[in-house]
């Protein structure tokens, strides 16, 4: 029974392209992020919402675009996609001691 | 300087080492403190949480906290060749939508 959950694992694009990732958690949890780990492995916050809200947009260009249908989806609208945002893409949902669990990820190459 | 360092190593060790993780922080604000597991194109796995100062136990794995010295460290007895994966420790201040600062992770190598 998977707790967080990301849809497509692997997405490959073309420059300038739209593409949308999804994310689904069944923790119950009221807060959700999304985090690039780019080619050194390094996390990278993105964004938080809690319960649908934004609450954290960290400097991300605005081709991303997260929404948050209800507390348990978070997705991530990517327009005109650019050769430096191949990364993979995590979701994660926090817990009560702010521990975070995190989604198996989507490898997005753009070429 | 970084608000959290990591050697990102790999470092090698053969099977049944025990295996010591490190990580300093800046910070003095992080009061609680995390290990992810990251195996080769998987997402993290958290292992173990603590807070504050003081040592967490669980099966092969232990985490120990030292604010005084805002040092963390995870120590793995009777390691595995399954344990090999890439290890993130990662921090948060106790403060509303506080979110985690990690570290840049360290590659464990464990040989048969």
């Known amino acids: 029974d998977t707790a967080v959950s990301q849809t497509p694992k692997y997405l490959v694009t073309q420059m300038g392209n739209d593409k949308s990732i999804k994310c689904e958690q069944n923790?119950?949890?009221?807060?959700m992020y999304w985090y690039k780990q780019d080619s050194k492995k390094f996390l990278k916050i993105m964004f938080s919402y809690n319960n649908k809200e934004l609450i954290i947009n960290e400097t991300v260009p605005n081709r991303f675009s997260p929404k948050s249908p209800d507390k348990a989806h978070l997705n991530l609208h990517i327009n005109s996609l650019e050769l430096g945002d191949s990364a993979v893409y995590f979701c994660?949902?926090?817990?009560?001691?702010?521990?975070?669990?995190f989604g198996p990820g989507t490898r997005l190459t753009v070429t | 300087q970084k608000e959290v360092e990591q050697d990102p190593g790999p470092l090698s060790v053969p099977e049944g080492a025990i295996v010591s993780l490190n990580c300093t922080y800046s910070n003095s604000a992080f009061q609680y403190f995390m290990w992810y597991r990251q195996y080769s194109r998987k997402g993290p796995e958290l292992l173990m949480y603590?807070?504050?100062?003081g040592n967490k136990e669980d099966g092969r794995f232990t985490a120990q906290v030292d604010k005084s010295s805002k040092y963390i460290s995870l120590f793995i007895r009777d390691s595995q060749p399954s344990d090999s994966a890439t290890y993130l420790c990662a921090m948060s201040a106790r403060s509303g939508y506080s979110t985690l600062t990690f570290g840049k992770g360290t590659m464990l190598l464990v040989s048969p």
């Open positions: 603590t807070y504050s100062s």
């Open positions: 923790l119950g949890h009221d807060t």
């Open positions: 994660a949902s926090r817990g009560t001691v702010y521990e975070q669990y």
